[in-house]
Structures are given as structure tokens and as C-alpha cells.
């Protein structure tokens, strides 16, 4: 895979950091992209990564981000992994400054990496034969559970956006791929979720057996772009063992029913 380059957009923690790291691993190039060029900077020197430093949610940066791609060997697959949470709140009392952050960083975030970068990505697929779009949604997107009716809606709307562009591309060697995870125990999503409160982020994965890890996802994510290129796995949904539902999960240890 030395030849082919994927962006991941979140990289700077969690499941985009995991997934540069896999990537690397199995011999990706790699360009990693987030707002803060710090953490950036720290994971270029652990893995080797490229880098660029842009917030999706700004259509000059993200031009910029294609721009720089153009003239540094292009790109032949996208993760857009770039999203988050904030607050579990009614619909009666959700802030709409949080229900409008959810909408332009998991929705709009991601409309902006893929109207920027599909020229590119459709230059690598007419070279190589094919190219990629993976989309990092949740299971959020496709249940609705009570107090997450803000993040339900943006990753819903990700969800829709996924299956209309496979629709629109239907025809051309490119893949649309998406990967809805489950609970994900990663340092940083329910504490932005929760504005930093960590006892509130902690108990999400109080006494839950074994949640997913970023690294599970990561491992998800590069197993399906490595797939042969006529292998589309339109939706992944991965989950936890302890996790039958959004709205239901075990705590306390694993058991088969009926031997105690």
C-alpha cells in the first residue's frame, strides 16, 4: 500500500489519531488533518505521518488542505472521521449553539472534505483503477436514543449524505464506504460531549466490559479500504459485546444465562 495516500480528517485523537497509526503501520501514506497542528506535530514524529493543519468546518481551510494535496502527489482514499457530541440534553432544552456545532463539524465538515477532494480523488481512481471515501458515522445515526436527539440528527444527516453519494457516484470506480461505531472509550469524546466535566465522561464506561477502543475502529476502518477495490462494505456497524442498542448496555461482567 506504499504507493497509495488517504487523509484522515480527526486526527489529532482517538479514532483518526488510531487510525493514522494503523495506516502507518500497514505501510499507508498518510496525511493527517485537524485543527490543532500541535498534536499534529507530536504524532508526525511518532508514526512518520504527513500533516496539515485545517478545521473542516471552514471551506478555505479545507481548500487549502486540497491545494496542498494537489501539488504533493494527490490522494487515493479520505476517512472523514472528523465529528463529536455536545451535551444529552432534551430537545426542549438542547442549546442550539451546541445543535448547530453538531450539525456543521459531523454534517457540513464533511460535505466540505469531499466537494473539495473528489477532482482528486476521481484523477487517482483514472490512474490506479479506484479511489475511496470512507465516512466515520455512528450507531447514533441510525437509532435514536433519548437526550441525543442533537448528535442523532447530525449523524443521521451523515448517514443520508453517505447514501446519496454512492448514489451520485454510482457508475465511476468509486467506493463510499461507511463505519458506524458503538461505545468507543477514547480520551476525549464524552468529555467534549460533557464540556470537560470528567466524572460525568467517566461514567459513560463505568463497569462496561471491554468498550470499543480507538483502536478497534482504526483496525475496522484500514481493513476496509484494504478490501480488493470491487469490494464495497457500504456500512460497517461495529459495536462492544455488552452493547445490544444505543439505549441498551450491560454493565458488570459477561455471563451465559441460566449458570449460576
Known amino acids: 500500500m506504499a504507493s497509495r495516500r488517504v487523509v484522515v480528517t480527526g486526527a489529532s485523537s482517538g479514532i483518526g489519531a488510531a487510525t493514522v497509526r494503523e495506516f502507518r503501520n500497514r505501510g499507508w501514506n498518510v496525511v493527517a488533518v485537524a485543527r490543532r497542528e500541535d498534536r499534529l506535530r507530536a504524532l508526525a514524529e511518532e508514526t512518520g505521518t504527513g500533516f496539515f493543519a485545517a478545521d473542516v468546518t471552514s471551506p478555505a481551510e479545507v481548500e ?29 432544552a438542547g442549546s442550539d449553539d451546541d445543535w448547530r456545532w453538531m450539525f456543521e463539524v459531523n454534517v457540513l465538515g464533511t460535505k466540505h472534505v469531499i466537494s473539495a477532494l473528489l477532482p482528486l480523488l476521481r484523477d487517482a481512481a483514472e490512474a490506479t483503477g479506484h479511489a475511496d471515501i470512507l465516512n466515520v458515522t455512528s450507531t447514533a445515526g441510525h437509532m435514536a436514543y433519548a437526550g441525543g436527539a442533537g448528535y442523532n440528527a447530525a449523524k ?64 475496522t476502518i484500514v481493513d476496509a479500504l484494504e478490501r480488493p477495490p470491487h469490494v464495497d462494505l457500504d456500512l460497517i456497524v461495529v459495536k462492544p459485546v455488552a452493547q445490544a442498542a444505543a439505549y441498551r448496555l450491560h454493565r458488570g461482567p459477561l455471563r451465559v444465562a441460566g449458570r449460576d
Not at 494535496?69 to 451535551?87: E, F, Q
Not at 462496561?208 to 483496525?219: G, I, M, Q, R, T
Open 156 to 219: 443521521f444527516a451523515q448517514h443520508a449524505l453517505t447514501e446519496a453519494l454512492r448514489l451520485e457516484l454510482n457508475g465511476e470506480p468509486l467506493r463510499v464506504i461507511e463505519v458506524a461505531p458503538g461505545l468507543v472509550h477514547t480520551e476525549e469524546f464524552s468529555l467534549t460531549r460533557f464540556q470537560g466535566d470528567k466524572d460525568r465522561a467517566d461514567a459513560v464506561y463505568a463497569d462496561v466490559p471491554e468498550p470499543l477502543s480507538a483502536h478497534d475502529v482504526a483496525v
Open 64 to 92: 487549502a488542505l486540497r491545494d496542498h494535496l494537489a501539488t504533493t502527489g494527490g490522494v487515493h482514499a479520505v476517512v472523514n472521521n472528523a465529528g463529536g457530541a455536545r451535551g444529552l440534553d432534551t430537545i426542549e
